[in-house]
């Protein structure tokens, strides 16, 4: 059974998020493995906004992924 996930905001804030191109869900799913990962929960949200706009270029996301598996280690 898929696990319920509350984004903690109404119908419209999702849809608002949707229509700027963001994926709430995945902003959540980001945000809770980066505070298993350490960072503060205060924190997180604006890591994840961050990191969304770094994601691009191959080389950003090797450089990411790599930093990531260091961190989960």
């Known amino acids: 059974m898929p696990e319920l996930l509350d984004l903690g905001m ?5 849809l608002e998020l949707i229509a700027q191109g963001r994926n709430p869900v ?13 960072v503060s929960p205060k924190e997180a949200p ?13 080389e950003q996301e090797a450089l990411f ?8 280690d």
Do not use: P
Request: aromatic share 8%.
């Open 46 to 58: 604006q890591l994840v906004l961050f990191l969304e706009q770094l994601s691009g270029s191959a």
């Open 10 to 14: 109404s119908d419209e804030e999702y």
């Open 26 to 38: 995945q902003e959540q799913i980001r945000q809770r493995n980066l505070i298993r990962a350490g």
């Open 65 to 72: 992924k790599g930093v990531w598996r260091r961190v989960l």
